[in-house]
Each structure stands twice: as structure tokens, then as C-alpha cells.
């Protein structure tokens, strides 16, 4: 059994949910594009998982953060796809590929072919077992990657108010999820290996703001240890968690958020890799040229830093989907990638965005006692990396137009001294 289709999307997120729309604009024809996903609902929005879907009064539900509602753009519900002759196959794992013949197997035994194939497969979260460790299977042990995870987590965090939640992890996940934990009302202990939170992008400085506010709102943080076994029940769930040096906490409830690994095993040893994931050109293109990679799973040229970058955040995978469907639909009117690096976060009332890189010496601004602070990290005599909390929309274009343009800085005491609006002034 099998089908064929000219463009075919292996993975159903984020990447995809912008590809479908891009190829739509660019003027795709009926049953010329099929999507297959493992997830069983249309592609949606992935961060709203640890934000709108977690609040206790009205949370986000389906179909409500569907692709492409995060950049306010139409919102693609299942009917969209069937209206554009989009064929949607979901709650389908693709089991194997063979980039030589264009062809893909599905685990329910159905055979596609393609003429471009687009792997858009994100990554998956990292276990405790890969650590060498047991009990992710525990009734009250919590991940968070999809919208099953989801639902778990929003039915475990109802079944213990005001209860004990450890978190495992400070990064992302780990942040956002202790706000959302606070908000319905658990008492929070975050434990991470690090020396502070989020240590991927903050400085200390930055990483001390978010921890004194986390802190006014409850929360405990153990630093620098990891978990090193639960203690279960006899029904099996988790009472207690073991830290490394650092004592037994009682908990109701445990979120680990300890990274991921990009989705990429379908390819391996048939498209050439690099940092974990796909790599590909500047047109999003791997090493077989029907075959591109787009979203947490590729790794890009990023001109702004002259190097092969993966990036696990959404607006990289939103822009590398459309720039992947550009570059196969008008290869000749499509250049190279010119991506300038976005993330952000929002928790409790604070909201922060960064861009660029965060290599090089820091320059801290503004007011780190009140609502608005930002820094500027330095790398060979440029501006690299721009971080701001609580600004302004303008605020917020204005250090990302700063930061594109790299601007020479002779004088970091000045930059100091000039603060924010040195972002301006360019
Ligand atoms: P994504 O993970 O979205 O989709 C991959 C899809 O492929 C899934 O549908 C999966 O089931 C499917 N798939 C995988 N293997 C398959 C197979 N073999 N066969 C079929 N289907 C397969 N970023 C940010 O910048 N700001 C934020 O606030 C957040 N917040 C956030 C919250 C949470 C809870 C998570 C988990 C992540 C974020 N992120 C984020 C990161 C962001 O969501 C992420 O970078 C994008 O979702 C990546 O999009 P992709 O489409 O690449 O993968
Ligand atoms: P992460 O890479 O942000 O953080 C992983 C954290 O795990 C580290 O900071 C560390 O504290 C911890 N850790 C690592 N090994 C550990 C160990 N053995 N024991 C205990 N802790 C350990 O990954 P994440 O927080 O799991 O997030 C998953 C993915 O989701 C990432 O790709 C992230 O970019 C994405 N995400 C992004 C956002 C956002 O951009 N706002 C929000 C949520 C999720």
C-alpha cells in the first residue's frame, strides 16, 4: 500500500504548522502536500504548553493556539488543511526512511513517497534513565514536550493542592513550569546542577533578578546537585526525592525538565549530522537535495555568528519552515538564510526577550531593583547579544535592529554609561 505526494512534512509541529501555511501562500495545489505526525491534533503552538495551558482560570485550550496564531497570523484548524487539499495524517509515526528512494514507511505499514521531503521532527525530552536513573513511569512524575505530557501534568498538579512540587532542571521548561506550579497554588523547590538558573543565557547578575522574584513568590532553589533517586510507594508513585549531598525533599508531585535530543535517528547514517541534529545550507537543504530539515531539529549556517547553529526556540523554527518552502518552491528567487537569533520568555508578570549571541563580556543596564534591565554582551569588539526584561514592543525592536547591526563598541564603560539607550541611538 502506498501513496505518493511532490511535498511531504515528516513531524507535526511548530516547523510544520508554518511550512503547510507558507506552501499555501506560495500557491501549493490540492493533494500535493501531506503532513505525518505522530501527534494526534493539527500543529499548534508547542509554548503555550508551559504557559496559557497550565493557568488554573481559563486555561488555553484547542483549537484556540493552532498554527500560526503566534505570530497573529490565520489560525490553522483541521478544516484548513482539508479546505487547501492538504492531506493530514495523524497519530502516525514514520518508522523508517530511505532518502534513496524518497520513500517513507509508517508505522501502520503505509509506504509515501516524495519528490521534497521537509523533516520537521523537533526533538524529544531527555529521560532520567539516560542518566542512569528510574521512575519517569511514576504516576506523579511529570515531562513536558507535547500535548499528552500536557494534559498529565495540568491532572497531577489538580490531584495535590496546595501540595510539594520538586522541579528537576533550570532551564526553560523548569522556569516556566515553577511559575505555572506557583500560580496553581503547589509550594515549588527547583534543583539544578548549575550555580544558577537558566545558565544556558543568563548571567549570574540577570539569573539573580528572576531567583529573587521566584523566591518573593515561594520558591526554594537547591543549586548545584542533582537527583539521585526517588523513593516510591506502594502503589508506585513518588514520595520523596534524593539529592546528591544535599538531603530528601517530600513531594507530591515532580517536573524534570533536564533538555532534549533532536528527533533525528530516521536519518542517521543517510544525511550528514552535525550538533545532534540535521545539517543543511543556507536554503535549509541537506546533504541529499531533496531532502530539507527546518525547527529544533536542524542545524543552519547562522551568518550573524559565522557558525552551524541548532536552535531549540520557536521563531527559529517558524522562519526556518517558511525559508525551507521558499527555497523549494522558487529556488531561484530564494538566497541563503540570514537569521538573527530570538528567544524569549514569559513568566509571572515578567517577560523577556534576547537576541543573538551570548558570547563575549557583558555589559549590564538599567534597573536591576525595579521592572526594566537589560545587557549587551560584547564579542570581539562588536555587539553581539542584546537581553532586555519588561520593555516595550519599540523597546524590543529597537535592541534586536542594535544587535543585527553588530555596531563597533571601543568603550564598554561608555556603553554602560549610555544603558538602553545606546539601542536607540543607532
Ligand atoms: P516540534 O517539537 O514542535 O514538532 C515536532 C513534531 O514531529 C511533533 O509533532 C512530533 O510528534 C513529530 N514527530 C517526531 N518524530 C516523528 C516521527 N518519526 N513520525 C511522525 N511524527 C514525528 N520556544 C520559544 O522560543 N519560546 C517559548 O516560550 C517556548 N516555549 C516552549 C514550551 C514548551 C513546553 C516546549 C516543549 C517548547 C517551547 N519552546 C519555546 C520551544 C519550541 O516550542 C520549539 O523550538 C518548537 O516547537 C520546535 O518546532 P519543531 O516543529 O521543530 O518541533
Ligand atoms: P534546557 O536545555 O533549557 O535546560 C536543561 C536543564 O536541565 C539545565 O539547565 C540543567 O539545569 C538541567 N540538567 C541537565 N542535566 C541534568 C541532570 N542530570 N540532573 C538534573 N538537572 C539537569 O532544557 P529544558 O528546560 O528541558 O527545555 C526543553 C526544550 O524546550 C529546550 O529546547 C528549550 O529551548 C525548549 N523550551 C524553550 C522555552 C523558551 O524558549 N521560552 C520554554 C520552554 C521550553
Same mark, same amino acid.
Given at each position: ?38 501527534? #494526534? ?33 490565520? /489560525? ?8 487547501? %487539499? =492538504? ?5 502516525? /509515526? ?5 532518502? /534513496?528512494?524518497?520513500?517513507?514507511? #509508517? ?13 520537521? #521532527? ?15 513511569? @511514576? ?10 505530557? @500536557? ?21 526553560? =521548561? ?17 534543583? !539544578? ?27 526554594? !532553589? ?13 502503589? %508506585? ?9 544535599? %538531603? ?54 547562522? +551568518?550573524?555568528?559565522?557558525? #552551524? ?16 518552502? @521558499? ?52 564579542? +570581539? ?46
Amino acid at each position: 500500500m502506498g501513496r505518493a505526494f511532490v511535498y511531504v512534512i515528516v513531524g507535526g509541529g511548530v516547523a510544520a504548522g508554518y511550512a503547510a501555511h507558507e506552501f499555501v501562500k506560495r500557491g501549493v495545489s490540492r493533494g500535493e502536500l501531506c503532513i505525518i505526525s505522530e501527534e #494526534t491534533v493539527a500543529p499548534y503552538e508547542r509554548p503555550a504548553l508551559s504557559k496559557g495551558y497550565l493557568f488554573p482560570e481559563a486555561p488555553a485550550r484547542l483549537p484556540s493556539f493552532h498554527c500560526c496564531v503566534g505570530t497573529n497570523e490565520e /489560525r490553522l484548524a483541521p478544516k484548513w488543511y482539508k479546505e487547501h %487539499g =492538504i492531506e493530514l495524517i495523524l497519530g502516525t /509515526r514514520v518508522k523508517s526512511a530511505d532518502v /534513496r528512494r524518497k520513500t517513507l514507511l #509508517t508505522a501502520t505499514g503505509e509506504t509515501i513517497s516524495y519528490k521534497y521531503l521537509i523533516v520537521a #521532527t523537533g526533538a524529544r525530552a531527555l529521560k532520567l534513565e539516560e542518566f542512569g536513573l528510574n521512575g519517569s513511569d @511514576a504516576a506523579n512524575v511529570c515531562y513536558l514536550r507535547d500535548l499528552a505530557d @500536557a494534559d498529565r501534568l495540568v491532572n497531577v498538579m489538580k490531584s495535590c493542592p496546595g501540595g510539594n512540587a520538586v522541579v528537576i532542571g533550570g532551564g526553560y =521548561i523548569g522556569m516556566e513550569c515553577t511559575a505555572s506550579l506557583v500560580l496553581n497554588k503547589l509550594n515549588v523547590t527547583m534543583v !539544578f546542577p548549575e550555580a544558577h538558573c537558566l545558565a544556558r543565557l543568563f548571567t549570574p547578575k540577570i539569573a539573580k533578578y528572576y531567583e529573587e522574584f521566584y523566591q518573593s513568590k515561594g520558591v526554594k !532553589f537547591i543549586k548545584g546537585t542533582v537527583l539521585t533517586s526517588f523513593d516510591f510507594n506502594s502503589d %508506585g508513585k513518588v514520595t520523596a526525592v534524593n539529592l546528591r549531598n544535599s %538531603g530528601k525533599l517530600l513531594v507530591d508531585m515532580v517536573v524534570i525538565g533536564i533538555g532534549i535530543r533532536p528527533n533525528a535517528s530516521l536519518f542517521e547514517g543517510q544525511l550528514t549530522m552535525e550538533k545532534g541534529g540535521i545539517k543543511v545550507n543556507g536554503k535549509m537543504q541537506s546533504s541529499n537535495s531533496s531532502v530539507f530539515a527546518v525547527g529544533d531539529v536542524a542545524a543552519f549556517p547562522v +551568518k550573524v555568528v559565522g557558525e #552551524t547553529r541548532r536552535l531549540e526556540h520557536v521563531d527559529s523554527a517558524r522562519k526556518t519552515a517558511r525559508h525551507a518552502v @521558499a527555497s523549494i518552491m522558487e529556488p531561484g528567487k530564494t538566497g541563503d538564510f540570514d537569521y538573527l537569533p530570538f528567544f524569549y520568555s514569559r513568566v509571572f508578570t515578567l517577560s523577556w526577550q534576547f537576541y543573538g549571541d551570548n558570547a563575549g563580556e557583558v555589559v549590564h543596564f538599567g534597573d536591576f531593583s525595579g521592572s526594566s534591565f537589560g545587557a549587551y554582551w560584547i564579542h +570581539k569588539g562588536h555587539l553581539v547579544g542584546s537581553f532586555l526584561e519588561g520593555g516595550t514592543k519599540e523597546h524590543y525592536e529597537a535592541i534586536a535592529w542594535a544587535t543585527r547591526l553588530k555596531p563597533e563598541i571601543k568603550d564598554l564603560s561608555e556603553l554602560e554609561r549610555q544603558g538602553f539607550d545606546f539601542a536607540l541611538s543607532l
